[in-house]
């Protein structure tokens, strides 16, 4: 079945630790995405990809890393520099269509908390 | 300013009924699009429906569909025959003109009763 998994569903680290999130999809979409989401809040943009090797910074960058070495995988790294991480984490994916719509598709999420 | 208001946080609807959800938006682009999430509470976001600025006619996915209304920058989300499923927090969304990342609002969440 074509779609986005996210690994894992629930993460744990100690304050002064770097995480890995995975994010994988087999849909050939070009773009990758990763959103924050605070209690309460709506999704903000962290890091995106449109193609392989090469991403941009959304609003809410700092403290995290990303890399796009394969067009399936777009893992968030997120660093002992990130102040508050705890956060539910929404990785999603694209393609460019002919017209406008581009409709990104979500996986189900990594809930993270720093302990 | 906000670039997508939803006013509403909560609301509820007996089941069946129809129910409106209310979604403005900010943008100087003339080329935008405009879209609708459903996330229940496992936290996957679906996505529901599209509107594209220059679509003339208001988009519909079976029971759903959009009231755009393009001079008062308004994409009002309307759920017809509500069911017990539908119970979850909604967002709007929109992406502007050279920008594939998408905008939210900061969602409204939709109870349905029995």
């Known amino acids: 079945d074509g779609g986005i998994t996210q690994s894992p569903k629930y993460l744990f680290r100690k304050e002064g630790q770097n995480v890995t999130l995975s994010c994988e999809q087999n849909l050939n979409h070009d773009a990758m995405y990763w959103y924050r989401q605070d209690p309460g809040q709506g999704l903000r943009l962290i890091y995106y990809?449109?193609?392989?090797?090469?991403?941009q910074k959304g609003d809410i960058a700092e403290g995290y890393s990303v890399s796009r070495e394969k067009k399936e995988s777009f893992p968030l790294t997120v660093t002992s520099a990130q102040k508050n991480p705890t956060a539910f984490y929404l990785c999603?994916?694209?393609?460019?269509?002919?017209?406008?719509?581009?409709?990104?598709?979500f996986g189900p999420g990594t809930r993270l908390t720093v302990l | 300013a906000q670039k997508i208001t939803q006013t509403q946080p909560g609301m509820f609807v007996q089941e069946k009924e129809a129910v409106t959800l209310d979604c403005t938006y900010d943008t100087s682009d003339q080329s935008y699009g405009l879209f609708w999430y459903k996330q229940p509470s496992s936290g996957e976001m679906i996505f529901l429906i599209y509107q594209g600025s220059y679509d003339e006619q208001n988009a519909t996915e079976g029971r759903y569909s959009l009231n755009f209304q393009k001079a008062r920058k308004s994409a009002n989300l309307v759920i017809s025959a509500s069911q017990l499923g539908d119970s979850a927090m909604y967002f709007c969304a929109m992406r502007e003109t050279g920008r594939r990342a998408l905008t939210f609002g900061s969602g409204t969440r939709l109870q349905v009763q029995p």
């Open positions: 999603a994916s694209s393609i460019r269509t002919s017209g406008r719509k581009d409709t990104q598709y």
């Open positions: 990809s449109q193609i392989v090797n090469d991403f």
